[in-house]
């Protein structure tokens, strides 16, 4: 059995910075206090405390599909800008985050378009998420990026979590969240200003009887009779 153990009692950190060591141990049965120790190293590492990440950053996803709530596993692009508040003096990146995971990010279709920054690799895709690492140092302008995002095939809501980290830590140093931004619906017949908007009604043979008849070449057409459960074809 392998277990981490502080070399304090339980610590609760008031400031920023290293915490006391962390030791490493292997034992028997770390739930027994009589445990066999094999191996230890009581100074193998350190947990280092980062002030909470900022909030002031804002973001905005949005897209052009008019369909993309209502087509089961639909791909479609959105735009995506940020605007960061705290500068990062080093090289960076910008980080995208599924809050729901049953939403992703279509691979290979993310880039960076405007905001005169220098990609350092190409985006890095995990699923649910696209990190974007920067040669160069953030500035707080608006940055913005293109995507495909990937919908489940059922209804389901979400949203996408945006963070600026450090290139090689995983220290956030400002996130926000597109509360909202990600929902599928179900197709309904229709809307409380147009009752069955989109339901079609075909005949046994085909010919649809819910458009306009005069779609259909003459002398063909479609008549409803003054019955309501009836439909006379007149030839």
């Known amino acids: 059995m392998i277990f981490l153990q502080s070399a304090s009692s339980a610590y609760t950190p008031s400031t ?10 292997t034992v028997s049965n770390p739930s027994d206090l ?28 949005t897209s052009t599909d ?32 599924m809050t ?54 059922y209804v389901a809501s979400g949203a996408v979590n945006i963070m600026t980290m450090y290139f090689d830590a995983n220290h956030v140093v400002e996130r926000n969240t597109n509360v909202g931004s990600l929902s599928t619906v179900a197709l309904t017949w229709g809307t409380t200003a147009t ?10 043979w085909g010919i649809g009887v819910s458009g306009a008849s005069t779609a259909y070449p003459m002398p063909f057409r ?4 003054p019955s309501t459960t009836e439909y006379t074809t007149i030839l």
């Open 16 to 25: 920023t910075g290293y915490t006391t060591p962390i030791g490493f141990y």
């Open 34 to 61: 009589l445990y066999i120790v094999y191996d230890e190293n009581p100074v193998f590492g350190y947990l280092y405390v980062t002030a909470p990440p900022g909030t002031s950053m804002t973001s905005t996803l």
């Open 66 to 97: 008019a369909n993309r709530q209502v087509i089961a596993y639909s791909s479609y692009p959105v735009t995506i800008t940020v605007t960061p508040t705290v500068a990062i003096s080093q090289q960076f990146r910008i980080v995208f985050q």
């Open 100 to 153: 729901n995971g049953i939403f992703d990010f279509a691979a290979n279709t993310c880039s960076y378009t405007a905001g005169g920054l220098t990609l350092a690799t190409s985006p890095v895709y995990t699923p649910g998420r696209v990190d974007f690492y920067f040669a160069s140092t953030l500035t707080t302008t608006t940055h913005t990026f293109t995507c495909n995002l990937k919908n489940p095939n």
């Open 195 to 204: 009752a069955n908007a989109n339901l079609n009604i075909y005949l046994g």
């Open 222 to 225: 479609v008549f409803k009779s």
